[in-house]
């Protein structure tokens, strides 16, 4: 593995870790992204590269939120704590739509919809989805102040918005729950802790899914370009994940939805006159 490609997965990692947990599409950046550093790999071992390396953002926050994760206490004795497995009991009921159709329809949807026309037209409706949303919401109080305010038929509305980004890509995972998320009346924070405890088990299944189809023959080039990828992800999401909480104490998702609205006519204008060349 040469110096050059080094380079190329670092800035890929970069890209990863920013774009995973702002809601504005890790999947059409990584296509722009990867038209200019043509990563020397496989087109198999790339397509499972573009998943795993989320396994570095998902460790991100595991460590940010390890005390709201881990069910168990070993503080004095041992103990569940019976909010942390309820929490995780709705994650799970989240988790089920986007699960079952990735399991079933994972190839199928790629071959259908891994294309920049789609990742395009979702970048710019969801974008104008948040500009609306966040102007019909201004001047409201969220019904859900907390994590522990989440019904399970609230889970399982963020699931159903989260499986839109499992199937059209350029939606943004986080960008849909979070838009489910405040269309039905979660405060910002809560929607955006939601889809960072709700990306663990998505991610690891994606990832975890994408391996066994990719078998475990990794080359010496491929596992450092994994680890590097992975290791870049993890301290960018970090920040990222810090940078977020702290934007939306004070502001709406609006700028992100302008941006979408960018990042989708550049995509359209860019692929648009490479295909007609």
């Known amino acids: 593995m040469n110096f050059l490609e080094i380079i190329k997965v670092v800035i890929l990692g970069v890209v990863e870790g920013i774009t995973e947990w702002l809601p504005i599409s890790s999947t059409g950046h990584m296509i722009l992204v990867d038209e200019y550093l043509n990563l020397n790999v496989t087109n198999s071992f790339k397509e499972m590269f573009f998943v795993v390396i989320q396994l570095g953002a998902i460790f991100a926050v595991v460590i940010l939120y390890f005390n709201r ?94 499986l839109i980004a499992a199937v059209f890509p350029g939606t943004s995972r986080s960008g849909a729950t979070i838009l489910g998320a405040l269309l039905i009346g979660v405060s910002r924070t809560v929607a955006a802790e939601f889809t960072f405890f709700l990306a663990v088990p998505v991610m690891l299944g ?67 006159m490479k295909t007609t060349l």
């Open 69 to 162: 994760l881990f069910p168990f206490s070993f503080k004095n004795k041992f103990s569940i704590k019976k909010e942390t497995l309820t929490m995780w009991y709705k994650i799970i009921v989240a988790c089920i739509p986007a699960g079952v159709i990735g399991i079933l329809f994972d190839d199928k949807i790629n071959a259908l919809f891994y294309n920049y026309l789609t990742v395009a037209i979702t970048l710019i409706v969801f974008g104008i989805f948040f500009i609306l949303i966040e102007n019909y919401n201004k001047g409201n109080i969220p019904k859900i102040k907390s994590i522990s305010e989440i019904t399970y038929k609230t889970a399982l509305i963020i699931g159903l918005f989260q």
């Open 206 to 272: 994606a990832s975890l899914l994408k391996l066994l189809k990719f078998g475990f023959n990794f080359t010496g080039s491929e596992i450092s370009t994994l680890i590097i990828g992975m290791f870049v992800a993890f301290i960018v999401s970090i920040l990222a994940i810090k940078f977020l909480m702290q934007y939306i104490k004070k502001h709406d998702f609006k700028v992100f939805g302008w941006y979408r609205i960018i990042l989708g006519i550049v995509v359209l204008l860019y692929f648009g």
